[in-house]
């Protein structure tokens, strides 16, 4: 059974640091490249980051220079590392890979960025 589970949300000031880990089970982890998304209220989810199985990392524009993606194959994790977070940062984060034309996400952590 594959499953995803998200943690290392909070709640943040504005230009403080979280860590997320997407820990992954039930698959080959080191054959998978691994997405992580968000959705903040009323918005549609969005790719922030994705990493290949090879390691090649591709950022949005709006947290280049701020995130980074990173997979630890012995771990079977994939972190987001987030600096210099900002209010509009504040969403449900969710890390997602797909196995056969078929997404399997996690349940998701909450990122607050608030004074």
């Known amino acids: 059974q594959v499953q995803l589970v998200e943690s290392g949300g909070g709640l943040v000031q504005p230009g403080g640091s979280l860590r997320l880990s997407c820990a992954v089970s039930?698959?080959?982890?080191?054959?998978?490249?691994i997405g992580w998304y968000r959705q903040a209220p009323g918005k549609q989810r969005e790719l922030v980051a994705s990493?290949?199985?090879?390691?090649?990392?591709d950022l949005a524009d709006a947290v280049k220079g701020r995130f980074t993606i990173s997979r630890d194959n012995a771990r079977n994790a994939v972190d987001l590392q987030m600096n210099s977070l900002k209010p509009e940062d504040t969403a449900v984060y969710y890390c997602?890979?797909?196995?056969?034309?078929?997404?399997?996400w996690g349940q998701g952590t909450q990122v607050t960025v608030s004074a």
């Open positions: 039930g698959i080959s982890f080191s054959h998978y490249p």
């Open positions: 990493i290949t199985i090879y390691g090649v990392t």
């Open positions: 997602m890979t797909n196995i056969r034309f078929a997404d399997y």
